[in-house]
């Protein structure tokens, strides 16, 4: 297993909590690019920094609860519409549907990015 750096959220607090426009950007480029595939790792613990030649990279880490979101037996097929699923994660970062019970979506994992996002834009202890 690769050394890795710190998570953002380790990142945040070094940096006083307080994250310009421009990093929050830089990162949501990345982050964006990163979650294409998954679901339930939109919180800032899973999101760490690479370390030495990679210090400026995001890596997305605890991949327990991740999947794709297409059929194994027919890659274009999406995953389908399934209620009473169980939730794991953090409720903070959590899409509304997925807080409800619903299966995962690329919908979902875009919007608990974008609470991710905006945590770092507005969240002051």
Known sequence: MEL???SLE???GYCE???TMKTVLMLADQMIERIQCLHETGFPDNFVMGVEHSSCMVFIINMKYAFCYHSDR???QHVSYRENQEFHG???FASL???LGTVGSRRDDLESLLYVLLYFLRYRY
């Open 4 to 6: 890795m750096g710190p």
């Open 10 to 12: 380790e990142l945040f």
């Open 17 to 19: 909590r307080r994250f």
């Open 74 to 76: 027919q890659p274009a």
């Open 90 to 92: 953090s409720p903070y």
């Open 97 to 99: 549907n997925r807080q």
